[in-house]
T-cell receptor, first 114, second 112 residues
Framework: EAQVTQNPRYLITVTGKKLTVTCSQN?????MSWYRQDPGLGLRQIYY???????DKGDVPEGYKVSRKEKRNFPLILESPSPNQTSLYFC?????????????FGPGTRLTVT | DAKTTQPTSMDCAEGRAANLPCNHS???????VYWYRQIHSQGPQYIIH???NNETNEMASLIITEDRKSSTLILPHATLRDTAVYYC?????????????FGQGTILTVHP
């Protein structure tokens, strides 16, 4: 079954404690990205990756890091989490088919930073 | 600088058509318009997309104005399960990838 998986699904942590949210896709897609979702602000892209070792900033990259060492994995790293990073995070995997963008989203990770 | 603008919220009676507008006045000729929806806090799911012509699939219809500056997503017979956040966004076709901007979306509430 084609899917995007994220782990963990829920996480409560404290300010300053480094954490990693994993994202994996089994569709051999080149493009992957991370979004955060906050009330009233909709979905905002954090980082994206166009292929292995190619990443770039989205609209809200501050406080986050990513890496793309393998095509299937795109982890999101918070080196020193702060309460303003409390949010719902989505990973997405995409391909272009005939010029049209097909995006598949993971189930989400709800992060609380105290 | 929002690439698309949508109303914050809308209501619709069950069984009636829900018409969700999206403004994309600065859209370029090669950009598609896409619609996604998000039920509760699940991952967004694709609904429909279009370039110039109106489109219909089993979920919805998409009407794009002739000047392509706005579009309307139509759910012909809304049900309670259509209560969700609906996002419209635009993306240039072709073979390259880039930053994607979704925006705030419209919270659609379908009531009995």
């Amino acid at each position: 079954e084609a899917q995007v998986t994220q782990n963990p699904r829920y996480l409560i942590t404290v300010t300053g404690k480094k954490l990693t949210v994993t994202c994996s896709q089994n569709m051999n897609h080149e493009y992957m990205s991370w979004y955060r979702q906050d009330p009233g602000l909709g979905l905002r892209q954090i980082y994206y990756s166009m292929n292995v070792e190619v990443t770039d900033k989205g609209d809200v990259p501050e406080g986050y890091k990513v890496s793309r060492k393998e095509k299937r994995n795109f982890p999101l790293i918070l080196e020193s989490p702060s309460p303003n990073q409390t949010s719902l995070y989505f990973c997405a995997s995409s391909l272009r088919r005939g010029g049209v963008l097909e995006q598949y989203f993971g189930p989400g990770t709800r992060l609380t930073v105290t | 600088d929002a690439k698309t603008t949508q109303p914050t919220s809308m209501d619709c009676a069950e069984g009636r058509a829900a018409n969700l507008p999206c403004n994309h006045s600065t859209i370029s000729g090669n950009e598609y318009v896409y619609w996604y929806r998000q039920i509760h806090s699940q991952g967004p799911q694709y609904i429909i997309h279009g370039l110039k012509n109106n489109e219909t699939n089993e979920m919805a219809s998409l009407i794009i104005t002739e000047d392509r500056k706005s579009s309307t997503l139509i759910l012909p017979h809304a049900t309670l399960r259509d209560t969700a956040v609906y996002y419209c966004f635009r993306d240039a076709g072709g073979t390259s990838y880039g930053k994607l901007t979704f925006g705030q979306g419209t919270i659609l509430t379908v009531h009995p």
